[in-house]
């Protein structure tokens, strides 16, 4: 099952690869990221690891809309990690921990 998936997106990792170097140099040269500690990097790679899960799972004509959706969740998380940054400060607002904490 793994092998599948692997297989799947090894097809596609070029075209992912262009994607992501393409927004990396975008991020480098304008100096965009936050620093990420560990909860955050974890919130990174656990959304795009689920966005492209649920890219490859989600089968069927009716469900097209929400496999796009889980494929581009994916692909944002991975070439823009201030969305994990964000997302993480949310829940620590939420939590009542200061904005800044690393």
């Known amino acids: 099952m793994a092998g599948n998936i692997l297989s799947f997106y090894g097809s596609y990792s070029a075209k992912i690869a262009c994607i992501w170097l393409s927004v990396w140099a975008i991020r480098r040269r304008a100096e965009a990221d936050y620093p990420l500690d560990k909860l955050t990097r974890t919130v990174r790679w656990v959304t795009v690891a689920v966005g492209f899960a649920i890219a490859y799972y989600l ?23 201030n ?11 939420g939590r009542g921990a200061p904005q800044d904490s690393l």
């Open 83 to 93: 969305f994990a940054y964000h997302l993480t400060n949310l829940f620590r607002r």
């Open 59 to 81: 089968l069927g004509p009716e469900l097209t809309y929400a496999r796009v959706a889980g494929g581009l969740l994916g692909l944002a998380f991975l070439c823009w990690p």
